[in-house]
DNA sequence: ATGAAAGCGCTAACAT
DNA sequence: ATGTTAGCGCTTTCAT
């Protein structure tokens, strides 16, 4: 027994399939009667239309590509994963089909996209954190809808994006707060953007306080756990120590609380820590990991709302999600002076 | 300017629309030449035929569905994205579109599967973790090819499991290895399958060793990260003290341990700790914790092949994955007899 | 070996 | 308000 067509409803309800398609996309130009006679035949049994023909017809896919780059850097699957949440809860709404990708899939062929993209099967795409110029290129000269999430491409898509600077200014500012004024700061300057957020927020914070920066304090070439780790073993060599350290993310954060707890240091009675992200696994290192909380089931939200928008024509601003929600745990300690 | 139709093509080749279509799809019948001809126009043109239209004519929607359950359990997630990695390396070879669903999609309607098998528009379905038998049966009904990883169902669907007995069977044997008599027992007894495998894995290695089961430190009811630590702070308050405890998943042992920690004893010097599954985080955890690997990326891999078996018509057994690969971490301290 | 033509299930212009 | 009909872009049967 194959499925239901259009054409069998018509016929059990003894009107043209146009009425019947009518009724089911709910357009005007059909008498109440035969309205509820058709709706009643299509709940009773169940039809549903088929998509393939609608996408036909339609030149519409029904997929939204999600696309993510993979690395061998499991943290960024944490961070990948609350977006994705955010976006599936919000499809509900919309009802499309979400297809992952993986960036690494366009290595095979000659093209710079993922195959669902190359092939035109997909009414817009989502990309999740930073993307190539490349392959925004190729976005642009196919005309597909597009957003970036927490991208620092300098391309004009939609974006949603968090403020690093805020966020940063916000982590310092506690850590000030808390009677720290020895402050060392870890950070990557591999994103240009993400790197001048950070040390413009940071510095903010700690020119408010005249407070100053010392050099020996002072990494932004990390790049991954392991370099944040030999970045902490530098500042803990240096001739004096900090009583605490800024991490421009939470899993500089944790590399680095790795290394001092390495060198028999105590968190955070010998040096405090502040990171950046709030990442799932922050809760239950330890000391669990005081951070700024960067949304990102809310950022999987908007750019869901963002891609839709884009793909109805409407238009798509750029997001900045709140960036200043400091989550207070247990890896800052406050001194007292006497 | 819309895209290239397989019309285009041949109008440019000067042949049919037929063999364009054999060309395209590699089939017997068409001379070496017109074959050379066409072939060249096509890539020169980098024409990709229209999903859309495949998919009507072919009845095929190229979708293959991953349905998730979304708990607010995030240690789940790690699970989930490991074997998510899997499935999308190996479907590189297939080019499916790999749908995500989360199953509380369905709570919306009256029906209790996600919308895109609801309305056919998947050739098959991959169920992560546990499955309720409704959804199953809804899945049976509607003859949609499955597969399930990590289920503890009774249904006769193709499956891809681990074996938890030889799993747990392997970490307490290990506990014994490093001198310890005194073993606490942390497990969920919520799906009866894993709970037997788990127990006649601890006890068949206990035995072997004539050890035997403290009442006092069994817990058998542990659901979360803080049923595992309340039934860690019980077996804390009983007469005597266990030198070592396994823990069904490295979720029980992450928070089990930090209850330990919270009663200011030293882990492993006091207390030894084993889990089970290496997820992510527990690399992470202080000491990193000594476990069992189940190798999530493997599973995803191979339900991928089951699926596309499946679909293709062919057999598609049961797997199970290696389940006895030990990795050494610091959670556990050999006890020396002097 | 190649081409003509029907048809997959729907939508939407166009009649009535 | 309702019906007829022509496609959407492919695959596939059947002629040639």
């Known amino acids: ?3 239901l067509t259009i ?3 018509a016929k059990m309800a003894g009107v043209s399939p146009t009425v019947v398609s009518f009724v089911i996309n709910g357009k005007e130009g059909v008498s109440p009667k035969t309205r509820k006679k058709v709706e009643e035949i299509v709940s009773s049994t169940n039809f549903i239309p088929n998509l393939s023909s609608r996408r036909l017809v339609l030149n519409k896919s029904f997929n939204i590509s999600v696309v993510i780059k993979s690395t061998s850097n499991p943290f960024n699957d944490f961070f990948y994963f609350e977006i994705i949440q ?4 919000k499809n509900k709404e919309y009802g499309y089909n979400i297809v ?3 960036l690494s899939d366009s290595s095979s062929n000659s093209s710079f996209l993922p195959d669902i993209l190359e092939r035109g099967d997909a009414d817009g795409v ?3 954190q930073q993307v190539d110029d490349l392959v ?3 976005i642009n000269k196919r005309n597909i809808p597009a957003v970036l999430i927490d991208s620092h491409s300098t391309q004009t898509f939609p974006s949603i994006k968090a403020d690093y600077s805020i966020a940063a200014y916000t982590a310092t500012k506690h850590l000030i707060d808390m009677g720290h004024n020895d402050i060392a700061f870890i950070s990557s300057n591999f994103l240009p953007s993400f790197y001048s957020q950070v040390f413009a927020g940071f510095s903010k914070a700690l020119g408010e306080k005249g407070g100053f920066l010392s050099p020996d304090w002072m990494c932004i070439d990390a790049i991954d756990g392991e370099s944040a780790y030999d970045a902490m073993t ?3 060599s240096s001739p004096r120590r900090p009583t605490a350290v800024f991490c421009a ?3 500089f954060a944790i590399s680095a609380m790795k290394c001092v707890k390495d060198h028999g240091l105590k968190i955070p009675e010998d040096v405090s820590f502040i990171g950046i992200d709030d990442i799932i696994i922050s809760k239950y290192v330890e000391p669990a990991l005081t951070t700024i909380k960067i949304d990102k089931k809310a950022m999987g939200t908007i750019a869901m709302e963002l891609i839709v928008n884009k793909i109805e024509g409407k238009p798509a601003e750029n997001i900045i999600v709140p960036s200043d929600c400091l989550i207070r745990r247990g890896s800052v300690k406050k001194i007292e002076y006497i």
Chains 1, 2 share one sequence.
Do not use: A, P, Y
């Open 1 to 3: 027994m194959s499925r």
């Open 7 to 9: 054409k069998d409803i």
């Open 86 to 89: 955010g976006l599936m809860e």
């Open 100 to 102: 992952f990708s993986d």
């Open 126 to 128: 989502i990309f999740l």
């Open 136 to 138: 925004l290129n190729s």
């Open 234 to 236: 530098k500042i803990l």
């Open 249 to 251: 993310t939470d899993m």
